[in-house]
T-cell receptor, first 115, second 112 residues
Framework: DVKVTQSSRYLVKRTGEKVFLECVQDMDHENMFWYRQDPGLGLRLIYFSYDVKMKEKGDIPEGYSVSREKKERFSLILESASTNQTSMYLC??????????????FGDGTRLSIL | AQRVTQPEKLLSVFKGAPVELKCNYSYSGSPELFWYVQYSRQRLQLLLRHISRESIKGFTADLNKGETSFHLKKPFAQEEDSAMYYCALSNAGGTSYGKLTFGQGTILTVHP
């Protein structure tokens, strides 16, 4: 069974801080994703990575950056946290495959509050 | 641009009643569609994918390309079906890497 682990379930930070959210997967998946989940907005893609050191912007990358130094680990970075980044953050992984219908596997999420 | 719309934010039914969660999409290519579910205090997990044409926990969903819909249905709702449901679309072909576009989500409440 795929295991996607996010380092913190709850996190409270202050505005202006640099915040790191960590995600690790144990299935050797090439593709990893960061989403934020907000009521009424669903999940929105922030960034994704398709290989070590490779990344692409999603739909809402502003104010965020990512790092993928190892295949199993994908970090989301809030360069200078702001209150509008208070949200639930979800990490997901998926193998690189041409097989249709391959789903993404999600972590438990990190509920981040910026004060 | 691809888009997924779930018109109902909230849906309430009584136990044993039929339930239908609506999902419409816009996409110019050949879509891959999924339903994900999030039960209280649990992680988001896959419920159904259109490619499998399967029934999971009594739920089914049929892709209707003419109406660009992928509605989720269950003939007899159970209390344990209460959860948040997301419809999602992937353009997994080419170099898309399987990115998902999600709808806004529907909270289903099944009353006893």
């Amino acid at each position: 069974d795929v295991k996607v682990t996010q380092s913190s379930r709850y996190l409270v930070k202050r505005t202006g801080e640099k915040v790191f959210l960590e995600c690790v997967q144990d299935m050797d998946h090439e593709n990893m994703f960061w989403y934020r989940q907000d009521p009424g907005l669903g999940l929105r893609l922030i960034y994704f990575s398709y290989d070590v050191k490779m990344k692409e912007k999603g739909d809402i990358p502003e104010g965020y950056s990512v790092s993928r130094e190892k295949k199993e680990r994908f970090s989301l970075i809030l360069e200078s946290a702001s209150t509008n980044q208070t949200s639930m953050y979800l990490c997901a992984s998926r193998p690189r495959t041409a097989t249709r219908g391959q789903p993404q596997h999600f972590g438990d999420g990190t509920r981040l509050s910026i004060l | 641009a691809q888009r997924v719309t779930q018109p109902e934010k909230l849906l309430s039914v009584f136990k044993g009643a039929p339930v239908e969660l609506k999902c419409n999409y816009s996409y110019s290519g050949s879509p891959e569609l999924f339903w994900y579910v999030q039960y209280s205090r649990q992680r988001l997990q896959l419920l159904l994918r259109h490619i499998s044409r399967e029934s999971i926990k009594g739920f089914t969903a049929d892709l209707n390309k003419g109406e660009t819909s992928f509605h989720l249905k269950k003939p007899f709702a159970q209390e344990e079906d209460s959860a948040m449901y997301y419809c999602a679309l992937s353009n997994a072909g080419g170099t898309s890497y399987g990115k998902l576009t999600f709808g806004q989500g529907t909270i289903l409440t099944v009353h006893p």
